[in-house]
Each structure stands twice: as structure tokens, then as C-alpha cells.
């Protein structure tokens, strides 16, 4: 998720864990074609993300398993 900018829409394509880190994605709704609007990204790898309705705040440790396309 790092190259994206604060207002891009981006559909998630895959999670790279296949662990605990992506059932915790998946339980916030974080699942492959969903739909995420970038509301800020701190350039350390942090961002809060407008998904299903919600704002979430991502961690660096987070987002970088995130692999997204944007649209």
C-alpha cells in the first residue's frame, strides 16, 4: 500500500499472511476486492483508510501485507 496517495481508491487484491495478521484483516473487512479510500498516509507506512463505512487506522506492519490496485 505505500505508493498509494491520501484520496486514492483502491481494490485490495490479496493479503500477504497467512496467519493470524490476515484473520484479524479479514475480520475488520478487510477481504481481496474490497473497495478502500485512502483518507491520510503518514509516509512511515501508517494509514487511516475509509472501508465498508468505517475508518480504520493501519499500522506499518499492517499495510505493508496489504497489496492493493488503484482505481
Same mark, same amino acid.
Given at each position: 500500500m505505500y505508493f498509494v496517495n491520501i484520496g486514492d481508491e483502491a481494490i485490495i487484491k490479496y493479503i500477504k499472511? #497467512?496467519?493470524i495478521a490476515k484473520q484479524k484483516l479479514e475480520a475488520l473487512g478487510l477481504t481481496p476486492g474490497t473497495k478502500i479510500t485512502i483518507l491520510s498516509n503518514n509516509m512511515n507506512g501508517s494509514f @487511516? @483508510?475509509?472501508v465498508r463505512g468505517c475508518k480504520l487506522i493501519l499500522g506499518n #506492519?499492517?499495510?505493508s501485507k496489504i497489496i492493493v490496485k488503484v482505481i
Open positions: 499472511d #497467512s496467519g @487511516v @483508510v475509509y #506492519s499492517i499495510t
